[in-house]
């Protein structure tokens, strides 16, 4: 679930129905705000996993400059963290 969620993130409207968009944004706010703790926890817990598999020393001889510590998918973790508990959309 928090793969979907995440993505859900930045949903914008491309083309289609404005109305049904805008029920979708009011439907994953109410979301954010009731299940914000259960998030921040599985994104932790997933960044946590992820640390274990790619390394969490930043001083490795070739790192994976996506997936360990300090990579782009933390900064991507830290946007999302302030999005569930904040509501913020962007740093």
């Given amino acids: 679930e928090p793969q979907l969620r995440t993505a859900l993130v930045n949903t914008r409207l491309l083309a289609g129905n404005k ?3 805008n029920s979708l944004h009011e439907a ?3 979301d954010r705000r009731r299940r914000a ?3 921040l ?3 932790c817990r997933e960044r946590e996993a992820r640390y ?3 390394g969490a020393a930043v001083c490795l001889q070739e ?3 996506k997936e360990t510590a300090g990579g782009l998918r933390d900064f991507q973790t830290a946007l999302w963290l ?3 508990r904040h ?3 962007t740093l």
């Fill in 82 to 84: 302030a999005h569930a």
């Fill in 19 to 21: 109305g049904l968009h």
């Fill in 28 to 30: 994953l706010e109410k």
């Fill in 52 to 54: 274990a598999r790619f």
């Fill in 37 to 39: 703790e259960s998030f």
């Fill in 87 to 89: 509501g913020y959309k």
């Fill in 41 to 43: 926890t599985a994104v």
């Fill in 63 to 65: 790192p994976n400059i």
